[in-house]
Structure formats: C-alpha cells, structure tokens
C-alpha cells in the first residue's frame, strides 16, 4: 500500500470510528469474500411510519449489522459485522462496536448520544450541532432491514460508505 494510501486509510478510519461501527486496519486492507446481501427496496411514507420502523414505540429497536462497505475497498469490512445499533424512541441512541475495536479513536465499545430524524431527506443525524455530528441517508427501510449510506470526507476526498442493518420485527 502507498503512504498516501495508508494516511487516507487511517483517516478515514478515526472519522467512522467516532460515527460508525468499528473496524480493523487488516479487514480494511484484506477483505475476505462476501456474500450478497439484498438490500430493503422501500422507504416509509409517513414520518410516523418512519419513526416506528427505527425505534418502535415499545422504547427500543435494535440493528445489527449485516455489511460495511467502504469506497474503494473491494468487499464487507468483517469487522464491523458484530456491530448494532439501539435506536431508543426517546431519541437517544446506543452503539456498540462489538469485539472488534481498531484501537486510537475507536477504544471505547459503547458509544451513546441523541439521534433525531429529517423526514424529508431521509436522513438520521447523529448528534446534532455537536463536534460529533453525523448525518446518514436511509436508502431503504422496510421489513426489519435498513441501508443507511453516507460519505466521508478525508483529505479533501470524499468517499462513500454504507452499510445494510436487520433488526428482529
């Protein structure tokens, strides 16, 4: 890998890590095979609709995660597949990083803060008007499974990233 490569490498990591599940630098630059993972089609129509599809209205929906993928890397990011996300209906979240931790940025499993929704761009934000916000796309949201898409901005590059979530209905 070029030294350019690896600086870009490493910050792209330490921003997902503070936003997004956890990952190792040897899953960034060795993916192993994939398996596809089809991802939900549909979209709620309604702002209510949405809201229960993440978060339920009993306190809680968890996901986790069934792919990363990070632009530029060929194949899922292994280890961030024991990652989930709790999506609290009180608008508070928890993330846990799972097992696999990267170290620097990404030392704490447990990460917890507020999340809100924008219905009209289909977007969570993670955070909001803190140093740590972060703003996802749900590309789809339908029967327990959710694509959340993004990008990342490193060096004056901006790559994408996304990322298929299931949760128990």
Partial sequence: ???????KTCGIILF?????PACSLVDLEEPGPTTPVEPPAGI?????????ELAATDDSRMWSALT???????????CRLDDT?????NGTYRYDGGEVLCGGEDNTRIKTGIWELSFQDS?????????KEYRT????????????????EIFGQSLDISGIYETEQ
Wanted: glycine letters at 8%.
């Fill in 1 to 7: 890998m070029k030294p350019n490569q690896i600086l």
């Fill in 16 to 20: 997902i890590l503070s936003t997004l």
């Fill in 44 to 52: 709620p129509l309604t702002e209510e609709e949405f809201i229960f």
């Fill in 68 to 78: 990363f993928q990070l632009e530029g890397l060929n194949g899922f990011q292994f």
């Fill in 85 to 89: 996300f709790i999506f609290f209906s």
């Fill in 123 to 131: 977007q969570i934000i993670f955070d909001r008007q803190t140093s």
């Fill in 137 to 152: 796309t749900v590309a789809g949201l339908e029967n327990g499974r959710m694509e959340l898409t993004g990008q990342v």
